[in-house]
């Protein structure tokens, strides 16, 4: 675009520049996150900075929506951290993390609301694993 507008004779220092805002704001909004987790902690990093949560003090599990689920996850210092759930449906190895530090939580009794979000969450992560590999022949 900003070659058209020079072509056109009317690119200005100001219209350059919001050209280049736009396109800077149109990265940062669509960059994919990058999810990673141990047994400890879960890590969103996206371009804007880094958010993480404790998996293993859970105090509050969230899922909202039903076509773009989000499952929201809030650890005992207060720290959110909203997943989409096709993010978990994709990386089994990413679910299993999550899925054990609920358990953790619930075994050790900071799991005060979420037991029946992070059993609907369970139960679609577990359908799209059935529906992959019935696709692929495994299942």
Excluded: F, K, N
Aim: aromatic residues 4%; positive net charge; charged residues 25%.
């Amino acid at each position: 675009m900003v070659t058209l507008d020079g072509c056109a004779g009317t690119l200005t220092v100001v219209r350059a520049g919001l050209w280049t805002g736009g396109a800077a704001l149109v990265l940062v909004m669509l960059w994919p996150p990058r999810v990673t987790a141990d047994e400890r902690w879960l890590t969103v990093r996206g371009p804007l900075g880094a958010r993480r949560i404790r998996v293993d003090a859970l105090v509050c599990v969230q899922r909202y929506g039903l076509v773009a689920a989000v499952l929201e996850l809030r650890d005992a210092r207060g720290r959110r951290l909203r997943l989409p759930m096709a993010v978990l449906e994709a990386d089994p190895v990413l679910w299993q993390a999550v899925e054990s530090g609920i358990r953790r939580s619930r075994e050790r009794g900071t799991l005060l609301t979420g037991r029946r979000a992070a059993a609907a969450a369970a139960a679609r992560v577990d359908a799209r694993a059935a529906e992959i590999l019935h696709a692929s022949g495994l299942g």
